[in-house]
């Protein structure tokens, strides 16, 4: 099993400032089947990048994903309002169980 | 646009079963593979179960395994997860999640259905 985990567990930022989350795995994730999710209290969770660097429909390139083999980052280039929220990795690699990360809590400074 | 509308949820007593159901509508259900997804109170994500739009792979966590069932109705454009043997720490929100084409990332979720199991 991939067990993925998540740096730092909360980051505290104003707005305009730059984000970096850390996810690490422990084992490559073949063919950079990662994804990153975002999700706001009370609601489901928002894809926004997946195969680690392509942004979903709709996300703003603000965000931003890298990585391949076992470390990824995602990057919000200038934190707005709406992304201050709780983030979260998976790997979906070729085989069972599509872990999630423990997740990393973006909040205002 | 795409929806994806759980229902089903509820308060069970330890031992006991529930049905979830996920009515998909606003794109073509029996081409996509779908994933059941919880999130146990103030907790993170934790993938429950997999299958494909044609329903012939099927994967599960191991710890819902042989307790829980996946299936599909594609002329129903539905989604199920039978949930047997309930035990507290199976107490979470359920997501019914579509993947994108060839990939098993999760681009669209409903709402989210609770399950409580407590005596």
């Known amino acids: 099993e991939i067990v993925l985990t998540q740096s730092p567990g909360t980051l505290s930022l104003s707005p305009g400032e730059r984000a970096t989350l850390s996810c690490r795995a422990s084992?490559?994730?073949?063919?950079?089947?990662l994804a990153w999710y975002q999700q706001k209290p009370g609601q489901a969770p928002r894809l926004l990048i997946y195969?680690?660097?392509t942004r979903a429909t709709g996300i703003p390139d603000r965000f931003s994903g890298s990585g391949s083999g076992t470390d990824f980052i995602l990057t919000i280039s200038r934190l707005e309002a709406e992304d201050f929220a709780v983030y979260y990795c998976?790997?979906?690699?070729?085989?069972?169980?599509?872990?999630f990360g423990p997740g990393t809590r973006v909040d205002i400074k | 646009e795409v929806q994806l509308v759980e229902s089903g949820g509820g308060l069970v007593q330890p031992g006991g079963s529930l049905r979830l159901s996920c009515a998909a509508s606003?794109?073509?259900?029996?081409?996509?593979?779908m994933m059941w997804v919880r999130q146990a109170p103030g907790k993170g994500l934790e993938w429950v179960s997999y299958?494909?739009?044609?329903?012939?792979?099927?994967y599960y966590a191991d710890s819902v395994k042989g307790r829980f069932t996946i299936s599909r109705d594609n002329a129903k454009n539905s989604l199920y997860l039978q949930m047997n043997s309930l035990r507290a720490e199976d107490t979470a929100t359920y997501y019914c999640?579509?993947?994108?084409?060839?990939?098993?990332?999760?681009?669209?979720w409903g709402q989210g259905t609770l399950v409580t199991v407590s005596s």
């Open positions: 998976q790997q979906y690699s070729s085989s069972p169980p599509f872990t």
């Open positions: 606003g794109f073509t259900f029996s081409s996509y593979s």
């Open positions: 084992q490559s994730v073949s063919s950079s089947y």
């Open positions: 195969g680690a660097s």
């Open positions: 999640t579509k993947c994108l084409p060839m990939v098993r990332a999760l681009d669209s």
């Open positions: 299958i494909t739009g044609s329903g012939d792979t099927i």
